[in-house]
């Protein structure tokens, strides 16, 4: 079992930039995929992005592409989401999620979840 821990969440004004972190501990040697979910209050934990922990792949909401990178560090078995030109429609509670397999990007599909990070963009 892997366990994970957001940080980097704030406020921040419209067109700002914040880089969020997600620590893995535990069994990482079985983690295949790391994803960032956000979810907004009364609506669906909504995908992100995720990247494969081995070859570094990785996919992007429409929404996020050309704004956000997600990035990992093997060797700090951490994940960031780095997230510039941030608009108001992206605040919300950021969540990182792990599988031992392949996940695409449903919710349902990853096993382990962080508790997740607050992120609040002003206009």
């Known amino acids: 079992q892997v366990q994970l821990v957001e940080s980097g969440g704030g406020l921040v004004q419209a067109g700002g930039s914040l880089r969020l972190s997600c620590a893995a501990s535990?069994?990482?040697?079985?983690?295949?995929?790391l994803g960032w979910f956000r979810q907004t209050p009364g609506k669906e934990r909504n995908f992100v992005a995720h990247?494969?922990?081995?070859?570094?792949?990785?996919r992007y909401a429409d929404s996020v592409k050309g704004r956000f990178t997600i990035s990992r560090n093997n060797a700090e078995n951490t994940v960031y989401l780095q997230m510039d030109s941030l608009k108001p429609e992206d605040t919300a509670v950021y969540y990182c999620?792990?599988?031992?397999?392949?996940?695409?990007?449903?919710?349902?599909?990853?096993?382990?979840w962080g508790q997740g990070t607050q992120v609040t963009v002003s206009s």
């Open positions: 999620a792990a599988r031992t397999a392949y996940a695409g990007i449903g919710s349902t599909e990853y096993d382990t």
């Open positions: 990247i494969t922990w081995s070859l570094g792949n990785t």
């Open positions: 535990g069994r990482t040697d079985r983690t295949y995929v």
